[in-house]
Each structure stands twice: as structure tokens, then as C-alpha cells.
């Protein structure tokens, strides 16, 4: 019915979501290696606090699906962390190298 108003709309949809991906790319290989050198030393703080500061990024960037892994990490203890934080770290870990990728094949 208003074809204008569409083609706007679909043009700030994907200028929208081409900056959530630059951002992404930018932000977040950084922050994935640092998770990545704190799981090595079994670093729980580390990796909790810089999955925290992942999250917008993730979520901006497609990988919504996924925010109940993301958000897990917001609710244990570090100083008692639950068995599997290892294994969801490597696994959150795979997730977003294959996004980075994903991102930089485009």
C-alpha cells in the first residue's frame, strides 16, 4: 500500500543491522579471546564478566537464539561455579567463532 514507507523501512532495517555487525566484528574476536585465555586458566570471573559484556553484541548481531547460554552465565557463582561452566564456555565459545566467521564471509 506504501511502497515508500517499505523501502525506508527495509533500508534503516538493514543500515541497523549492518552496524550491529561492524560492531560485532570490531568488539567482540577481541572479547572472545579473552574468554578463550580465561577458560584456558580456568578463570570463571573473567569469563563471566566478559560473556556479560559480550551480550549486546551477540544478541544485535543475530545470535539471539542463543541468549538463554548467555544469559546463563549471568546467574552462578564464580566462587563455586557448577560443573559444566567449562564445557558452556567452550561451547559459547564455538558459537560465536562460527558467527565471526559467518560475519567476515559476508
Known sequence: K????EARNNIATHRESNSADALFLKLVPKRLEKVKT??????????????????????????AEH?????WFEYF?????????????????NLVSDRINSLKEQ
Open 77 to 93: 557463582d564464580a566462587a563455586d561455579p557448577p560443573l559444566e561452566w567449562k564445557l558452556k564456555s567452550e561451547i559459547f565459545c
Open 38 to 63: 580465561a577458560l584456558a586458566e580456568g578463570d570463571v570471573t573473567t569469563v563471566k564478566k566478559t560473556i556479560h559484556l559480550m551480550r549486546p553484541q551477540l544478541i544485535d548481531a543475530g545470535m
Open 2 to 5: 506504501y511502497p515508500d514507507r
Open 67 to 71: 541468549k538463554e547460554l548467555f544469559e
